[in-house]
């Protein structure tokens, strides 16, 4: 029987992962924002700062993703986006059967302070405003869903260099940039993908509440040079001399995934 998926916030993630699962013979429905900049077989628009529930024909679905996004990239515009659409989302599906949701979140919930190789186990000391929100947003899922959930943590999502290089080394007159880390964790967007299609197929919210999911854990310096090869990284970037923050991915690379890299 075809599996069916519920999208919310659908976007570019959601996008790509709609691709892979309708060649896998998948029912997708989406429910995003903007109907109109995106490609779904089956998108629905819905507004969550409007303050308004959904409402649904379907009334059954396997799984529900969640792709939560902020209105905007202040700490009201995290909350509209991780807490609030949740809300509404809770009130939406009440009468939605569904064997499993999962809620993707990020890695920044672990703060700045924390070091080291950092696992599930290890509890988050978030150090800014949005490493709360989205630790809130994580513990509100986990009591409203409970065995049902499955949360995915994605470290830094990338696709070829990162812009905010390109753009220093196009500077006539650079002016030099000080980063927070010397290291970063990072995931590809189509391994993203790869992953909750994993997720999807193992169940794997029946057994496991919480993933980290981070690939590569690489030196700032060495991805510039891998890049940018012609570019000195020091005439740009001064990276602190602080310890490592690495996060752990163990736990998914045992339940059998593999990563590319």
């Not at 994993?198 to 981070?214: Q, T």
């Amino acid at each position: 029987m075809k599996k069916s998926i519920l999208i919310i916030g659908f976007g570019d993630l959601a996008e790509r992962l709609e691709r892979h699962l309708i060649r896998k013979d998948y029912y997708v429905c989406g429910l995003t924002r903007s109907p109109n900049k995106y490609k779904g077989s089956n998108l629905i628009q819905w507004d969550w700062t409007l303050n308004k529930e959904f409402i649904l024909e379907e009334d059954t679905f396997d799984s529900i993703i969640f792709f939560p996004t902020p209105s905007e990239f202040n700490e009201e515009g995290y909350r509209s986006g991780f807490i609030e659409s949740l809300d509404l989302i809770i009130r939406s599906i009440q009468h939605i059967k569904f064997k499993s949701f999962i809620g993707i979140s990020s890695t920044s919930v672990y703060g700045d302070n924390q070091t080291g190789m950092l696992t599930e186990e290890i509890e988050p000391k978030p150090s800014n405003f949005r490493g709360s929100v989205i630790l809130e947003y994580e513990k509100l899922l986990h009591s409203n869903f409970q065995e049902r959930s499955l949360i995915l943590r994605l470290s830094g999502l990338y696709e070829g260099a990162p812009r905010w290089m390109e753009e220093s080394i196009k500077n006539t007159n650079p002016k030099k940039i000080k980063l927070r880390s010397s290291y970063v964790n990072r995931l590809h967007r189509d391994e993203c993908i790869q992953i909750i299609d994993f997720a999807l197929e193992k169940g794997l919210s029946l057994e496991n509440d919480l993933i980290n999911c981070s690939a590569e854990f690489i030196k700032y310096e060495d991805l510039f040079k891998d890049k940018f090869p012609d570019y000195n990284f020091n005439d740009y970037f001064i990276c602190p001399d602080t310890q490592a923050k690495e996060i752990s991915s163990q736990k998914i690379r045992k339940l059998g995934f593999k990563f590319k890299s």
